[in-house]
């Protein structure tokens, strides 16, 4: 199938899965976008909601709108201005609330509240809502009220601590994985909130931060400390319980090999000529291995170092071994499986024209997501939006001689 296709897509519908739904999204820079964004990409009726021009400060971390992060980020919405901090806006707000489903936002905890658009102030126009925030350190607690950035909930989080060389000193991942990782564990938790509401009728507040999702992520490297009590040190390109795993040179490069159990190993010495290695005291249990791994890693890479990257991935895998090359960006999106997987999905018309974007990572058989529309202009559809409120066009007019929209 071609690269970007999806198959039984309704034409003009992102996807029909969660187009029932209408999502009002208050949010800027990354977590909360991405959380919205989950929802614009399965086919919710998602609002942009921004300051108006004359107001607007822009976006501090999404760069220029026309950039490769804003658009990424604002497909498949809607949008339209309104000045939160006018009570005529929070009037519209409220009044587009009557009628939606949910509310996101990333706000300091104590901004919603100063403006009259906590949960607890809608939840009273619509009890039916789902209102999803998110933090930094969240909602409430001696840290509520700080400021938050991923890069300080990945060192909050352990994450740092854990990432780099022995001895290098903390690093941050190169992606904002606790942006991210909160907004798309946001959209898990209005999902669930949507569907118990199908029982009670009831809508919820849904609030998650960037700490919160970081702590989740480190996975089984907390429950080494929870449970057993172990502080996790950097392990560098090596894995830190699965032996030998980690990242080889070759004659043209470097690749992955992931040879974790024994027989695993023995297939990975097999493949790479080396049964020496198996009659070898040192590497004959996992305990063993995991002692000398610094001495394994330097036999099995003097034997990769002889060949190059694509010999041993293919020598490797058809010995049923997990190994892979270690692509620059323009690799990744080269790959056949990865053209084949058609997770870059380009979208052409409007002003931009072509543009590629990231789809999303999981299909459905009958209600797939595709990119349907690029990011709108600033107040793109403000008239539009309203005019389905219900309001004429003089009132439109007059909401925006007052800088309301």
Not at 193 to 200: F, P
Request: with cysteine.
């Amino acid at each position: 199938m071609p690269e970007g296709t999806v198959p039984g897509a309704t034409p003009g519908l992102a996807s029909t899965a969660l187009s029932r739904f209408t999502v009002l999204d208050l949010t800027r820079v990354r977590s909360g976008p991405t959380c919205v964004r989950q929802l614009a990409d399965w086919g919710a009726k998602v609002i942009k909601i921004e300051m108006p021009p004359a107001l607007d400060e822009g976006d501090p971390m999404g760069g220029p709108r026309s950039g490769s992060d804003f658009q990424n980020l604002h497909r498949n919405k809607r949008g339209m201005t309104l000045n939160l901090k006018s009570p005529d806006g929070v009037a519209l707000l409220k009044k587009m609330a009557e009628k939606a489903d949910v509310v996101v936002e990333n706000f300091r905890p104590d901004v919603k509240a100063r403006l009259g658009i906590d949960y607890e102030s809608m939840a009273k126009v619509n009890p039916r809502i789902v209102y999803a925030s998110i933090s930094g350190f969240g909602q409430d607690g001696p840290y509520a009220q700080r400021p938050g950035f991923d890069q300080i909930a990945q060192g909050m989080g352990g994450l740092m601590s854990i990432t780099g060389l022995p001895g290098q000193g903390p690093v941050r991942v190169g992606i904002p994985i606790a942006d991210l990782c909160a907004g798309i564990f946001a959209a898990q938790g209005i999902l669930v909130a949507l569907l118990e509401r199908e029982v009670s009728g009831k809508g919820q507040w849904v609030q998650t931060s960037l700490l919160q999702a970081q702590i989740f992520m480190l996975d089984f490297q907390a429950s080494r400390w929870l449970m057993e009590g172990q502080v996790p040190k950097q392990a560098g390109n090596n894995h830190p319980t699965s032996i030998p795993t980690g990242v080889f040179q070759t004659s043209d490069g470097y690749m992955n090999i992931a040879a974790s159990g024994n027989k695993i190993w023995e297939r990975c010495a097999r493949a790479l000529g080396r049964t020496d290695l198996l009659e070898d005291e040192r590497y004959k249990t996992a305990a063993g291995r995991s002692q000398h791994r610094d001495e394994l890693n330097a036999e099995l890479e003097k034997t990769t170092r002889t060949n190059t990257t694509a010999h041993w991935v293919n020598a490797l895998n058809e010995a049923g071994v997990p190994c892979g090359p270690i692509y620059k960006m323009d690799e990744v999106f080269a790959d056949p499986q990865v053209k084949h997987l058609g997770i870059a999905q380009t979208l052409t018309g409007g002003n931009r024209g072509e543009v590629a974007y990231v789809g999303q990572p999981v299909k459905l058989s009958r209600t797939p997501s595709k990119i349907v529309s690029h990011p709108p202009e600033l107040g793109q559809h403000t008239d539009q939006i309203l005019t389905e409120l219900g309001l004429d066009k003089a009132t439109i007019d007059d909401l925006r001689a007052r800088q309301v929209i």
